[in-house]
């Protein structure tokens, strides 16, 4: 029996010492899982720029080019926004509108899961300018200094979103009459790139 004492000691020991390792280990992993929690969401923050970093350069480059800002805003979700996105990047016309604006997008209205993605102030921006809970894309052709000059509005409460129909189109032309110096043919590009999409 003595013989087996050090060891029944040692036993004992070592469940003691495995039970407050366990412990120990279990405190360090939770603290590593909230660590990475956190991290997380402030990696997210960080990959996601502010309405006002988005377009503080861009308002300074229209100044500089003498352009206006074509503001729109999206959501990953909206397959319109996606037509808009086609439509403005589209070769029949792209050059056409780069000359005369910039282009800045920002995402409100994103699905849960994606919220993440939204650009903080873009939405406040939105509601300023009176486009909140109106559809998307909703954009704004603004002015080098940031102020409205026309809207996605087309009859109050009707938004063009991306032109398609020959009502919204023959808008969305009209405000860029206003607002660009671009040539009947230029336009008449435009017009047609933008009506595909009632297609």
Known sequence: MAQNEPLIFFSVKQKHFFIFRK?????????SILLIVCCS?????KLTPSADDILKPVYVKAAKEN???LLIFHASWCGWCKKM????ADSSVKNEINKS???????????KDKTARENPGALQLLTKFGGADKGLPYWFVLDAGGNKLADS???????????????EVNYFIGVLQ?????????????????RKNEL
Do not use: H
């Open 23 to 31: 412990k120990r280990m279990t405190i360090k992993f939770l603290t």
């Open 41 to 45: 969401a402030i990696q997210a923050q």
């Open 67 to 69: 352009k206006k800002v």
């Open 85 to 88: 996105d086609a439509s403005l």
């Open 101 to 111: 604006y910039e282009i800045a997008q920002l995402t409100v209205y994103e699905s």
């Open 153 to 167: 509005e087309y009859k109050p409460g009707n938004n063009t979103g991306c032109p398609a129909s020959e009502e």
């Open 178 to 194: 206003k607002t660009a110096k671009l040539s009947s043919e230029e336009l008449e590009k435009i017009r047609k790139r933008f």
